[in-house]
């Protein structure tokens, strides 16, 4: 009890001014790690922003504190009076949301491809200070100022979107006929799993793609399952056991080059710079703690054109022998790279309106995810000694990952271990109560190892053979790997289950109404069937009681 008054203590006094962007890592200012573009139509041409009128605290009953959120609506298979369904797509931290989260969307176009068929009505709902980059949506006037993110958080956005709900119902005429279903991936993916679980009695179904709903203060699995990915052959992803090694073997040369000067000059040799900056700590795990490369596998595409920007390509490389040993590779992967254009990174894309004022202290938003890391999820990622971790271990350490806590924001160590706790208390963790979610994950994506991954009390769940992080959820392209394009199949086929089950919304989370097991015997044995020629993993499993 004292622990937890402590924490409350420390967000309440956190200092709050924006940190310089660069001092906080990049893997914490989001959780996605790329940004596919936008296909279809010009921003111009997007749907504009609507807004809803939101409490600042939907804890405080006394707090009479107002602002404007944004949201879009796509109504152009609706008809007014019908009974089709509303999908809700649910705002994170990634990119500033726009119109194209309705008509081309990273999140959501499973649901955005569906539409015609079903006309459903279609919402998405920007995540409250996410949309800082327009002072006009924003909760708070300023976020350089003391406390200002202390209404950041994953249940206030819950209570956002419960009360959007109810305003979308009035405001455009719903009735318990139209059932709602909450889609998104990754963080967004975690709020719409837990909006049905949350509240049942106004959201019917949800699809959680690439949902780490286990906050974890030390995630070493991430690191793990990124090794484990380039060991994966199938689905055109192109690893393979010897690649792993490889790029492991190379990583365990280096931390010994460490250790002697004529080590750290060869590195400087290999890789450029002064030799004595490889002496230094804070530029080993700069430099190889993470690896000497960028190593995608949250981000693989194997369909993607720039050197060395996929697991496949990577991978041809660090199994070619005419290119030195495996530090010598690792120096080759690393000089294509940074040859190349390369993706655009979440973290690096710019307010996406020109004509927008941001809110002070705003910058790029980069503390904003950081900040629920300390104050909610964790996730730290660390590359520890003895851990199937492919890169040079025992530098990217829990200390190392998690010190902008306390740094930026106030928040000593303690305290963000007892927040991560708290999460998992309120939210269930990986097993939590309730029914109709669909949990997706991709073979190669890190947040795997946090995500649900088995099927149990109801739930079914996705794995998607050879897929990245909620890759399925983007646009459809003609390179979409085989898994992904079922993948898209199956989650609508589950999701058309979901809506024909009936009874009283506010009942929805009781357990599996009479005769939906069978149901759900007749549809996974229909799917398998189906899709059996991508892969068994790629086949949605209802847990059967």
């Given amino acids: 009890m004292a622990l937890r008054s402590l924490a409350l203590a420390s967000l309440a006094a956190a200092a709050t001014a924006a940190p310089d962007p660069h001092a906080i890592p990049e893997r914490y200012r989001s959780m996605d790690s790329q940004v596919r573009p936008a296909r279809g139509a010009r921003a111009g041409e997007y749907p504009a922003p609507r807004f809803v009128t939101q409490r600042l605290d939907h804890f405080d009953g006394s707090n009479l504190k107002r602002w404007q959120q944004a949201y879009y609506v796509n109504d152009k298979a609706w008809k007014r009076g019908s009974s089709a369904p509303v999908f809700l797509c649910v705002g994170g931290e990634g990119p500033p949301l726009d119109g194209s989260a309705v008509v081309d969307s990273v999140h959501c176009n499973v649901a955005v491809e569906w539409l015609e068929e079903t006309g459903a009505l279609m919402f998405a709902l920007e ?20 406390g200002a993110m202390r209404y950041l958080s994953s249940r206030q956005a819950l209570g956002d979107i419960a009360a959007f709900v109810r305003f979308a119902r009035h405001e455009y005429g719903l009735t318990e006929q ?46 793990d399952v990124v090794g484990d990915a380039y060991a994966v052959v199938h689905e055109d992803v192109g690893g393979s056991p010897a690649c792993r090694e490889a790029i492991a073997e190379g990583h365990r040369r280096i931390g010994k080059m460490f250790g002697s000067v004529a080590g750290l000059e ?46 496949g390509r990577i991978c ?18 690393r000089r294509s790279q940074r040859g190349g254009s390369g993706a655009r990174s979440a973290a690096d894309v710019a307010p996406h309106a020109g004509d927008e004022e941001a809110v002070p202290g705003y910058g790029h938003g980069w503390q904003l995810w950081a900040w629920q890391t300390c104050t909610e999820f964790g996730f730290y990622q660390t590359c520890a000694t003895g851990s199937r971790c492919i890169f040079t271990q025992g530098l990217a350490t829990l200390s190392s990952e998690m010190d902008f806590c306390t740094r930026d924001f106030g928040i000593p160590a303690e305290v963000v271990a007892d927040n991560i706790v708290a999460t998992s208390d309120h939210y269930g963790s990986d097993r939590p109560s309730g029914s109709r979610v669909m949990w997706a994950s991709g073979e190669v994506d890190p947040w795997r190892a946090n995500s649900i991954n088995e099927p149990f009390g109801g739930f079914p769940v996705l794995d998607v053979d050879g897929a990245s992080h909620h890759f399925w959820t983007h646009a459809s392209l003609p390179t979409d790997q085989d898994s992904v394009v079922a993948a898209r199949h199956i989650i609508r086929e589950q999701v058309r289950a979901f809506l024909a089950e009936e009874g009283a919304p506010d009942k929805a989370a009781a ?35």
């Fill in 127 to 146: 995540h409250r200070y996410y949309g800082c980059h327009n002072r006009s949506a924003c909760p708070v006037p300023d976020l350089g100022v003391k």
């Fill in 178 to 223: 139209n059932k709602w279903v909450t889609w998104g991936g990754s963080y967004p993916g975690m709020l719409a799993g837990w909006a049905r679980l949350k509240f049942p009695h106004l959201i019917h179904a949800a699809v959680a793609s690439s949902a780490p709903v286990r906050a974890e203060l030390e995630m070493q699995g991430y690191f």
């Fill in 266 to 311: 060869q590195l400087a040799a290999l890789f450029g710079g002064n030799a004595a900056n490889y002496a230094d700590e804070e530029q080993q795990r700069s430099f190889a703690g993470y690896g000497v490369a960028s190593f995608p596998a949250q981000s693989n595409d194997p369909a993607c054109d720039t050197p060395m920007c996929d697991i």
């Fill in 316 to 333: 041809k490389a660090m199994t070619d022998r005419s290119l030195g040993d495996e530090v010598d590779r690792l120096a080759h992967v």
């Fill in 511 to 545: 357990p599996m109404i009479e005769g939906a097991e069978a149901a759900h015997r007749r549809h996974a044995r229909r799917l398998a069937a189906q899709y059996s020629h991508i892969g068994a993993r790629c086949v949605a499993q209802p847990a059967l009681r």
